[in-house]
């Protein structure tokens, strides 16, 4: 089936740090989406990306549906405590009716004060 | 702002008995869904529920696995007989029109 590669698979970095990760994949996917993960909690939507090459920020998050539909990433801008959780990328790939997602393995990130 | 709930929050349950999470979408969302996430791993897609019928189902959910909206605001995923693997968060999930996905809190079930 499809497989989501997302790395790294953990951060360490300073408050104020910039942060990337990435998720590609083999297969196209129509959609990409972006969620951020606290303990114990469900997923929360960040972003959403439709179309190729689109380019897309939520505040400090910015987030880039690639031009081949394989691959999206995710920067935090001036990173802050409150942004530790595991972020995870989910591609979507439908037919005729509302697709599934399908979920990378996630970056959990820790963010030094 | 509108969002997805889910209960119980914890649900403990003894091998072999049946279980029955709930989640109350939102309001005008059409689409729905269950996934589940086994500590410290992905989250996985196991059905998509549409206009009062299943859309798509993954390999996970098998025979042992139900979903039902037996009103206009509540959708359940059952369980018949749990396994100890059945063990995981489930989190419901739903969606309107879009592709944007929200999802709820999650049902923490521990099977012993």
């Known amino acids: 089936g499809q497989q989501l590669n997302q790395s790294p698979q953990s951060m360490f970095i300073q408050e104020g740090e910039d942060v990337s990760m990435n998720c590609t994949s083999s297969?196209?996917?129509?959609?990409w989406l972006w969620y951020k993960q606290d303990p114990g909690e469900g997923p929360v939507l960040l972003i959403a990306l439709y179309k190729a090459g689109e380019l897309t920020s939520n505040g400090r998050l910015t987030a880039q549906f690639g031009i081949t539909r394989k691959d999206s990433f995710l920067n935090i801008s001036a990173s802050i405590p409150s942004d530790v959780g595991i972020y995870f990328c989910a591609g979507q790939n439908y037919g005729g009716s509302q697709g599934n997602l399908i979920f990378g393995k996630g970056t959990k990130l820790s963010v030094k004060p | 702002e509108p969002e997805v709930t889910q209960t119980p929050s914890h649900q403990v349950t003894q091998m072999g008995q049946e279980v029955i999470l709930r989640c109350v979408p939102i309001s005008n969302h059409l689409y729905f869904y269950w996934y589940r996430q086994i500590l410290g791993q992905k989250v996985e897609f196991l059905v998509s529920f549409y206009n009062n019928e299943i859309s798509e189902k993954s390999e996970i959910f098998d025979d042992q696995f139900s979903v039902e909206r037996p009103d206009g605001s509540n959708f359940t995923l059952k369980i018949r007989s749990t396994k100890l693997e059945d063990s995981a968060m489930y989190f419901c999930?739903?969606?309107?029109?879009?592709?944007?996905?929200?999802f709820g809190p999650g049902t923490r079930l521990t099977v012993t």
């Open positions: 297969s196209i996917f129509n959609t």
């Open positions: 999930a739903s969606s309107d029109l879009t592709d944007e996905q929200y």
